[in-house]
T-cell receptor, first 110, second 115 residues
Framework: GIQVEQSPPDLILQEGANSTLRCNFS?????LQWFHQNPWGQLINLFY???GTKQNGRLSATTVATERYSLLYISSSQTTDSGVYFC????????????FGKGTRLSVIA | DTGVSQNPRHKITKRGQNVTFRCDPI?????LYWYRQTLGQGPEFLTY????????KSRLLSDRFSAERPKGSFSTLEIQRTEQGDSAMYLC?????????????FGDGTRLSIL
């Protein structure tokens, strides 16, 4: 099956710093989503981005499907950005189940 | 749009007991997925439905696990004779099926602890 690798596994930032999280996948994909799992375990949709670039406030994401990677940018980080960021993909069309990476654990320190 | 709702939020039970979780998807979504997440890992797929039809089951879904979606709306996931290894967060997601792909939206999960 498709493999999803995220880096770095852990990241500690000072409040206000910027960061880039990476997601590599082993095959072509039809769906790619970025999620933020907060300390209470809630999995929050950030982006649905099988290709191209999107921005939402301080967050933006870019997926280069032909090179099989996606990047999540966090600018001016805040303590509320802490948690685990997951990338998830599906290879087949038609909303088949997602395959998740192991996540990047982000800690933002005031 | 009230989002995906899961009940209960937490369940603590003794080994060997049966447990049942419920998921109510976003109302117009016809696809419903169950995932399991253990500590330090990403969610892993268990099974999914389109309307009332169960389309796929992962090898993680042992014969102690059963899922239903009888009327194509809410779904239940039952675990029989629970084992300590069943302790995990159980997540439900829903999406629209149709032409193209649609994002999956997740509920807040049910955290299961086996004593």
């Amino acid at each position: 099956g498709i493999q999803v690798e995220q880096s770095p596994p852990d990241l500690i930032l000072q409040e206000g710093a910027n960061s880039t999280l990476r997601c590599n996948f082993s095959d072509s994909v039809n769906n790619l989503q970025w999620f933020h799992q907060n300390p209470w375990g809630q999995l929050i949709n950030l982006f649905y981005i099988p290709s191209g670039t999107k921005q939402n406030g301080r967050l933006s994401a870019t997926t280069v499907a032909t090179e099989r990677y996606s990047l999540l940018y966090i600018s001016s980080s805040q303590t509320t950005d802490s948690g685990v960021y997951f990338c998830a993909v599906t290879r087949n069309s038609g909303n088949t189940p997602l395959v998740f990476g192991k996540g990047t654990r982000l800690s933002v320190i005031a | 749009d009230t989002g995906v709702s899961q009940n209960p939020r937490h369940k603590i039970t003794k080994r060997g007991q049966n447990v049942t979780f419920r998921c109510d998807p976003i109302s117009e979504h016809n696809r419903l997925y169950w995932y399991r997440q253990t500590l330090g890992q990403g969610p892993e797929f268990l099974t999914y439905f389109q309307n009332e039809a169960q389309l796929e089951k992962s090898r993680l879904l042992s014969d102690r696990f059963s899922a239903e979606r009888p009327k194509g709306s809410f779904s239940t996931l039952e675990i029989q004779r629970t084992e300590q290894g069943d302790s995990a967060m159980y997540l439900c997601a829903s999406s629209l099926a149709g032409s193209g792909n649609q994002p999956q939206h997740f509920g807040d999960g049910t955290r299961l602890s086996i004593l």
